[in-house]
């Protein structure tokens, strides 16, 4: 496993997988996904099932980052007030 799925994993948090031809199931980050993982991922790119975005790892990297981004300026909001 190459460190970028690795990193890209441990973010998504709840994944499954590998299946036989190596996907990784997840939550998607580029939609609400919240009641079944539609995200599949392995080493070359991912793809979603339901809103189909698709790209490589390093385009998920960058959302992921985006995402977690966005919680530390809510979390501060919430502090602040
Ligand atoms: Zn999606």
Redesign the pocket.
């Known amino acids: 496993m190459s460190i970028a799925l690795d990193q890209v994993l441990r973010e998504l948090g709840k994944s499954a997988g590998p299946d036989h031809h190596g996907w990784y199931t997840a939550l998607?980050?580029?939609?609400d996904?919240k009641r079944r993982p539609?995200?599949r991922l392995r080493e070359g790119g991912f793809r979603?099932?339901?809103?189909?975005?698709k790209g490589n790892l390093k385009k998920l990297a960058a959302r992921l980052g985006t995402k977690r981004e966005e919680g530390k300026h809510m979390a501060l909001r919430i502090v602040g007030m």
Do not use: Y
């Open positions: 998607c980050p580029f939609h996904d539609n995200l979603c099932m339901t809103c189909g975005e």
